[in-house]
């Protein structure tokens, strides 16, 4: 069972991606702020994989959220510190008021 945190409880910072080449010709992943709002979170219990003698732990969550333009799954979320990428997008009724974005962080 998901910790369900009260609407508008907690802050989420949705960040998009740009490439910025250095002076030395190295391409770097930069992020910027695209928009901030209050969301419902529920976290959902996380999982842990192995590959290749490699362990990787995967915690999951989901958010509601007023309506963002353009938002999608090419961007991340930070939530109380913690970044997540983004899985999906899916607006509630098509109505461009609200949005549920599932979130994935890997640990």
């Known amino acids: ?3 369900k945190q009260r609407r508008g409880r907690s802050s989420v910072t949705f960040q998009s991606v740009s490439t910025t080449q250095s ?27 192995s590959t290749s003698g490699t362990n ?27 970044t997540f990428e983004i899985e999906s997008v899916t607006p509630v009724d098509n109505l461009k008021r609200e949005q549920v974005v599932e979130l994935r962080e890997l640990v």
């Open 1 to 3: 069972m998901g910790i």
């Open 23 to 49: 002076s030395s010709g190295e391409y770097a992943k930069t992020w910027s702020t695209y928009a901030t709002r209050r969301c419902t979170l529920d976290l959902q219990p996380g999982s842990e994989s």
């Open 56 to 82: 990787q732990a995967a915690t999951s969550a989901t958010i509601s959220v007023r309506y963002v333009n353009g938002l999608d799954a090419t961007m991340r979320a930070v939530v109380g510190g913690r």
